[in-house]
């Protein structure tokens, strides 16, 4: 199905001239008139009011986080035809597999498994399996669901926009989770933008597409000083005289308004304008982290180097979800790819990256449910996709889109739980398999949103972005 570019413009009545072009104009004023846009309010019963979303770039290995798969150590050398597993390559279950094809002592060519590097501990209640690598955000097993069983169709990191979207980078672009949320639900806040991105992105700097760019992520810099491009004055301009200003601006944009009524971009441009000014108060106290205790800062981590880089976006993510934002993005992961693309040295390099990542966001999960905000906030830590059980050169390995994992805490969520799950070798999706849209299906019903109704007139979503929501995860 093709999209149209921009949403219907709206037409002034006194423009419209006669003939058969009032007729046909009047048959889209009527269609226009019988769609409403989301009210802003919950369409059914909702548990969470917003997301805090927590991305991984490059691709986390499953196999080494929360998916363990002992088969690998215990079949490691060999090839998977070698092993009781060697359906996992069956041509009708695997379209195309990028393997690393090596020579054994014979000279033959085999795909070598590749041993798990890291041990597994059980955490909680629920006695769930987490990587060594991740202590912090074992202990707070009880809270999360794990999905094992997630799949997607793009082997290369546009992946990154698949998973935020949907569709495959080569597809024409459609909004993001992100913005479907904004759209669906607004602000609960005048002061600050209903969706806030940190961290990198190098695919898709956009989010609203055909929802329009006030639907796009506003990106903010962790950084006190600057934490916002463009958002202080060239020159020095006291904030009375500022005022003055914004109000000028008001007053005429509302004169315009009365005599164009129908103008949905006046409108618009009337609100950002409002929200640009309060946005240069509000930025800034946001960010200043200087009034926050001290014990808080330590359970995120900010009193380590190797934490306090992404423990600090942690924080201000929970202050941000605080004064009202609706969609926290955060990006984990510099480059191109992302730093979690180990096509060599998996080991060092993933052991270093989840030391980063680990107690921040167990921090976060502890911060939110001592303020009693985990209730109805939530919290989702996702990748593009995972790595393959055979070895990529000596010592690492390749993307793999058919089977990794993905979870959620807070909001709705059951916590304790695990569903789905990949095959003995870590590489199908084989119990409860879910494309990407299923997890965002979840995410909008826990929001109170019902996806079927979030349209736009003209627009006709295919079925696969809807997405199926996932009862078992769900309290």
């Not at 986390?60 to 390559?89: C, N, R, W």
């Not at 279950?93 to 798990?116: C, E, F, S, T, W």
């Not at 912090?136 to 009880?142: N, T, V």
């Not at 999706?429 to 494309?435: F, K, N, Q, R, S």
Request: neutral net charge.
């Amino acid at each position: 199905m093709n999209f149209p570019l921009h949403h219907p413009t709206p037409f002034l009545r006194r423009d419209i001239l006669g003939g058969l072009g009032c007729i046909a104009v009047a048959s889209m004023l009527r269609a226009e008139e019988a769609w409403r846009p989301p009210s802003g309010l919950p369409m059914i019963p909702a548990k969470a009011k917003r997301v805090i979303w927590v991305f991984m770039r490059g691709g986390v290995s499953h196999m080494e986080s929360f998916d363990p798969k002992p088969m690998l150590t215990k079949y490691a050398g060999k090839s998977i035809a070698e092993t009781p597993f060697k359906s996992v390559q069956d041509p009708a279950k695997l379209k195309k597999v990028r393997v690393v094809v090596v020579n054994d002592a014979n000279g033959q060519q085999r795909n070598v498994i590749y041993p798990l590097q890291t041990g597994f501990k059980r955490y909680g209640q629920c006695g769930i399996e987490i990587s060594d690598w991740f202590p912090h955000i074992g202990s707070c097993a009880d809270e999360i669901a794990f999905i094992r069983s997630m799949w997607t169709t793009d082997d290369n990191h546009g992946a990154q926009v698949q998973f935020h979207s949907g569709r495959h980078m080569l597809e024409p672009r459609v909004p993001t989770i992100g913005a479907w949320i904004s759209y669906g639900l607004g602000s609960m806040t005048d002061n600050l933008p209903s969706f806030i991105n940190m961290g990198p992105r190098y695919f898709d700097i956009r989010d609203g597409h055909y929802l329009g760019p006030a639907y796009d992520a506003v990106n903010l810099k962790v950084d006190p000083k600057n934490p916002l491009t463009f958002a202080t004055p060239e020159i020095a301009v006291g904030r009375a005289e500022q005022a003055a200003q914004f109000d000028l601006i008001h007053k005429l944009n509302t004169l315009n308004a009365e005599e164009y009524p129908g103008d949905k971009t006046l409108a618009a441009r009337m609100k950002s304008y409002q929200l640009a000014y309060n946005m240069q108060t509000a930025v800034p106290e946001t960010m200043d982290l200087e009034a926050e205790s001290a014990e808080t800062k330590k359970l995120y981590g900010m009193d380590d180097k190797v934490t306090e880089p992404f423990a600090r976006q942690l924080l201000v993510a929970r202050r941000l979800a605080e004064r009202g934002v609706r969609f926290i993005q955060l990006q984990h992961g510099d480059g191109a790819a992302g730093a979690w693309d180990s096509h060599s040295g998996l080991k060092k390099n993933h052991s270093m990256l989840a030391q980063q990542v680990d107690k921040p966001i167990a921090g976060l999960l502890k911060d939110l449910k001592q303020r009693g905000m985990l209730d109805d906030t939530l919290v989702v830590f996702a990748t593009e996709f995972g790595r393959t059980p055979g070895s990529q050169g000596s010592d690492g390995r390749d993307h793999h889109p058919f089977g990794f994992s993905v979870w959620m805490a807070g909001g709705g969520v059951k916590g304790g739980t695990v569903h789905g799950s990949t095959d003995e070798l870590g590489f199908h999706a084989v119990e409860h398999p879910h494309y990407v849209t299923d997890v965002h299906a979840s995410i909008l019903h826990l929001l109170g949103l019902d996806p079927h109704q979030l349209e736009v007139p003209g627009r006709k979503r295919l079925e696969r972005d809807f997405g199926q929501v996932i009862p078992e995860i769900l309290a």
